[in-house]
């Protein structure tokens, strides 16, 4: 079996999101998704990589990690896309934490966490309604979760507050790990790749200001947090 993945960039940046935000990390964004979340703004990660090996991929980022004399950072993290649609996220994941660097993954939350490395931080979406892919979340994935895990809610309308804040009661999620709640604004048409689901009819959205002042009032052990690349560069600019 080849041991090539497809990737869409590899860059150094500041990680936006997490219990993270702020730090630097090296990002590995790989191709392809089998989802199309309606508020997806990484729609080129679909199609658009390029081959490369597993021996060139650490190559590329140990080279960005170079000037950081800290061992600690950077960190790296694989996004997509969907990583784990690539068999050999796993033992790229693996040779990452065998050097020794703090690696985090974000996935969908369709596909099975259960093999990926112990070490590595795993950032687990749970898709709310709006996303138009609640259909595909892959609760087996909870059992799975440790302390050092995370779940993100990506919440753009006030029915996906509600739905996230039943599935927190329901699975007691607060109990396993720090849980995000992530404002997104829906996307503009003009801005929406045409591959995406649209909203679902007949939701509300819902401001950042809003959102947080409803976690305020119902007491959620939750973290707001917003996109901190998106205001820091246009939103629009990728390798960011
Ligand atoms: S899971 Fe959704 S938001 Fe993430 S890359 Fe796929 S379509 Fe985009």
């Known amino acids: 079996m080849s041991d090539t993945l497809v990737v869409n960039e590899i860059y150094l940046s500041l990680q936006g999101e997490s219990t993270f935000a702020g730090l630097p990390c090296v990002f590995i964004r790989l191709t392809a998704c089998d989802l199309r979340c309606s508020y997806c703004d990484t729609a080129y990660a679909f199609t658009e990589g390029k081959k490369k090996s597993l021996a060139?991929?650490?190559?590329?980022?140990?080279?960005?990690?170079?000037?950081?004399?800290?061992?600690?950072?950077?960190?790296?993290?694989?996004?997509?896309?969907?990583?784990?649609?690539?068999?050999?996220?796993?033992?790229?994941?693996?040779?990452?934490?065998?050097?020794?660097?703090?690696?985090?993954?974000?996935?969908?939350?369709?596909?099975?966490?259960?093999?990926?490395?112990?070490?590595?931080?795993?950032i687990m979406d749970l898709k709310c309604p709006a996303s138009g892919e609640v259909a595909r979340n892959r609760f087996e994935n909870i059992a799975h979760l440790k302390a050092t895990d995370e779940i993100k809610f990506v919440i753009g309308t006030v029915e996906d507050y509600e739905w996230a804040k039943q599935q927190i009661a329901a699975h007691k999620l607060d109990a396993i790990c720090p849980l995000l709640f992530s404002w997104v604004h829906p996307l503009a048409p003009e801005q929406q790749s045409k591959a995406l689901k649209k909203v679902p009819a007949k939701l509300t959205p819902i401001s950042r200001r809003d959102l947080a002042e409803k976690i305020i009032a119902d007491a959620l052990p939750v973290r707001f947090q917003i996109q901190q690349h998106k205001i820091i560069w246009p939103p629009e600019q990728r390798g960011v």
């Open 56 to 122: 060139e991929i650490l190559t590329e980022v140990k080279r960005l990690a170079a000037p950081f004399s800290n061992p600690q950072l950077p960190l790296v993290e694989l996004t997509g896309g969907e990583p784990l649609l690539q068999k050999k996220s796993l033992p790229l994941m693996k040779s990452l934490c065998d050097d020794g660097f703090t690696v985090l993954i974000e996935t969908s939350g369709a596909h099975d966490i259960s093999k990926i490395d112990p070490r590595v931080r795993r």
